[in-house]
């Protein structure tokens, strides 16, 4: 539409009707039901007065509001003209004069109108705008309707022009195989379940899921897990007068198809579920919710989700399309693994799979996230090198574990088993039993040392997560299969985890070395009990004596230590009526605080370590009118964070919470007093903490005495933490 000509029409000026009406109308407090709820508020009896005209073709509505009309003014507050054979509307604002593209619910109205009880036009006029527009209404629900019609086919339109490519790529998708739900079924689900009707007598015969007929059985129990006699397969017995409705966990399967000059992997969720009134009538979900494209360098050339779009339809979308939290989205969840459909593979490991490795990672793991593969292939090339060798554990390792992986890559001609730091030998033990990282770190030590590891040790070691640096504290002394060996008759004797044993053999030795023992004795590293003899030495070290003797062995390894106290003794010491926060100022203080209060502040090393590199330091928190009665220890950041607060026993009590308020208390008041220096160690401490809570979570260590004992030591940690006000 022309504007200029727009504005050229014949202006639409107020009637003496219109006039007349408006100065009878009066402002009262009128109640309205508006989208079903009451409302009041004061209002016209017409909020909006309106008068069209049909001229070259354009409808000319024009509005006007009833306060300008009673103070005699004509001309109206918004002038809309809609073209029909162009189906555009345009609206030019007389009150700012500037025209405008919204549509009529979307301007800018006083607040009076919407307690308005209506909108005045004249039964020609009102005539006038349904004919124009072919609606059911006229007047000004006649104009909006028609907006909102043009507006909706305006975003149908658009819709339609961004979802095309989408569905364009959908549509170039192969079917589905033919013998594909029966896979699904058989192979991409596999548990089992043999259903048996529960009798005092014990059942003998039950349905077997995988078979689909009765098989001969013997001691069933509900849940109990065993072998199908006759096709062998896992199963679970589940006794039909238990189990109303039985389900298969969610399983992940995953298709490789061609898909134009690349492939295409296709992810899929699915579980099978029975009612036990018959069992034999099977009901299988499937649902596809990804769909990741290649080209044929295996590079990704889109990653398509099955998602809500726009609340409009659930659709295929583009990845980046989807907003906020979707599940099926790769950053909110990495592990996909699954079987694959195997016979679509064949083919394409000879064109676009033939350098990916894929087909052989297939075959090694059974269970895979083929996605995650190809991902980590992309970063870490080496990983197809290790499925192609035999190494599965190995190469699983490198995709779920990729942050940690240090293997360089292959130098030319040096060959895998010299890439891995191992000799051919040692890679054939590494390949025959599937073992990643923590195999091939036992490996690696063996063909160090030239020490030989047998299979049984180094299996056994990996089972209860130790490594070799977990050895170093042995310098050497013994080998890993007598460490296997005496670790095994310490938790037999002292029915204890292998971690608990591990802990107590590192501070016994520890002791003995503070004592100046003969650590190369067999008699001291290899005691009978060594749980007798680490609280022997720790009873021993209650003594005053011990205690100078232990801090002057400190001193000689961290020398800086009380320097250090006296440095931040003016920045952090503070008191009220109530609580006082003391600094340390000698060894001795901090040993004797661990006596008293039963917990490990003054027998780690590692408290020691952090205050010597400025990462934390200990605090003690006392009651202002018992300043020298331990009450509870602090460990804190150079900013003021609190990592740990701890009393009698290594516990927390109820007093703590009203402790909480002073500590706040304090943070916010030491924080006036730190330099520049404090607030970089601070960063740096929160980096250290960080690494350190990210290994507890990796690792699932768990708290193995006191109240808190089984708890995650991360949670107890976190929270624990109090951060800097």
Excluded at 287 to 307: I, N
Aim: one cysteine or more; hydrophobic letters at 35%; proline letters at 3%.
């Amino acid at each position: 539409m022309n504007k200029k000509k727009l504005l050229a029409m014949s202006a639409l000026r107020a009637t003496k009707k219109i006039l007349e009406l408006a100065a009878l109308d009066e402002l009262k407090t009128r109640k309205l039901l508006l989208h079903g709820f009451p409302y009041q508020g004061k209002g016209y009896q017409w909020g909006r007065y309106l008068r069209s005209k049909v001229q070259d073709g354009i409808l000319h509505v024009a509005i006007f509001l009833p306060e300008p009309l009673r103070m005699g003014a004509r001309d109206a507050a918004y002038e809309i003209y809609v073209d029909r054979a162009k189906k555009q509307f345009l609206t030019y604002d007389r009150i700012e004069n500037r025209w405008r593209s919204a549509k009529l619910d979307y301007l800018d109205w006083p607040k009076y109108v919407s307690y308005s009880e209506g909108n005045w036009i004249s039964r020609s006029d009102d005539k006038t705008i349904k004919q124009y527009l072919n609606g059911e209404r006229g007047g000004f629900s006649g104009v909006l309707d028609y907006q909102l019609r043009l507006r909706e086919e305006s975003l149908r339109r658009r819709y339609k022009r961004e979802v095309e490519p989408w569905d364009a790529d959908m549509a170039q998708i192969s079917a589905l195989p033919k013998n594909w739900t029966q896979w699904c079924r058989k192979v991409g689900i596999p548990e089992n379940y043999i259903f048996y009707q529960y009798s005092r007598r014990g059942a003998t015969t039950g349905y077997c899921t995988y078979c689909e007929q009765e098989v001969p059985i013997s001691h069933p129990r509900h849940n109990r897990e065993g072998h199908c006699p006759r096709c062998r397969r896992k199963i679970a017995y589940k006794a039909l007068g238990k189990a109303k409705y039985v389900s298969t966990p969610d399983c992940y399967i995953h298709l490789v198809q061609r898909y134009q000059s690349g492939f295409v992997l296709r992810m899929f969720i699915c579980t099978r579920s029975y009612t036990t009134d018959d069992v034999k009538k099977e009901k299988l979900y499937m649902h596809e919710f990804r769909r990741v494209l290649y080209d044929s360098q295996a590079k990704k050339a889109g990653t398509y989700c099955w998602e809500n779009y726009k609340n409009r339809e659930t659709r295929w979308i583009p990845q980046n399309y989807v907003y906020g939290y979707s599940y099926y989205h790769r950053y909110w969840h990495e592990d996909w693994a699954g079987a694959v459909y195997g016979k679509t593979i064949p083919a394409l490991a000879e064109s676009v799979l033939r350098y990916t490795g894929l087909p052989e990672a297939v075959r090694l793991l059974r269970k895979i996230d083929p996605e995650l593969y190809l991902d980590t292939r992309r970063k870490i090339p080496m990983v197809e090198q290790l499925v192609k060798a035999g190494l599965g554990g190995l190469a699983r390792d490198c995709m779920y574990h990729s942050r940690n992986w240090n293997v360089t890559e292959l130098k030319s001609k040096a060959g895998l088993a010299r890439t891995l730091g191992i000799d051919a030998q040692e890679m054939k033990r590494l390949r025959d039993c599937q073992g990643g990282m923590d195999v091939l770190a036992w490996l690696r030590c063996e063909n160090s040392t030239g020490k030989p590891i047998p299979d049984r040790a180094i299996m056994w070691l990996c089972e209860h997560g130790l490594k070799p640096r977990d050895l170093a504290f042995l310098n050497g002394v013994m080998s890993p299969q007598q460490v296997c060996n005496y670790l095994k008759r310490q938790m037999r004797e002292l029915n204890r985890e292998c971690d608990y044993v591990m802990t107590t053999w590192k501070d016994y030795l520890s002791m003995a070395a503070r004592l100046k023992m003969d650590l190369t004795s067999e008699a001291v590293y290899r005691v009978r009990n060594v749980k007798k003899r680490h609280d022997e030495l720790l009873q021993f070290f209650h003594t005053d004596k011990s205690m100078v003797l232990r801090a002057g062995e400190i001193l000689k390894k961290y020398p800086h230590l009380e320097d250090i106290f006296q440095e931040i003794k003016p920045k952090y010491e503070f008191s009220d009526q109530e609580y006082t926060i003391r600094v340390p100022e000698r060894i001795e203080e901090i040993i004797l605080e661990g006596q008293i209060l039963s917990h490990c502040v003054g027998d780690s090393e590692r408290y020691w370590e952090r205050i010597e590199q400025r990462e934390s330091y200990i605090l003690f928190l006392r009651r202002t009118g018992e300043t020298d009665k331990p009450f509870y220890t602090l460990e804190i950041e150079p900013n003021g964070a609190i990592r740990q607060k701890r009393t009698l026993g290594d516990e927390q009590k109820e007093d703590i919470l009203q402790a909480s308020q002073f500590l706040k208390k304090w943070q916010k008041e030491i924080k006036n007093h730190l330099s520049e220096e404090d607030l970089k160690l601070a960063q740096k401490s929160k980096i250290l903490r960080v690494q350190e809570f990210e290994e507890l979570q990796r690792d699932q260590v768990r708290v193995r005495t006191g109240k808190l004992a089984g708890s995650l030591l991360l949670d107890v940690l976190q929270a624990d933490l109090m951060e800097a006000a």
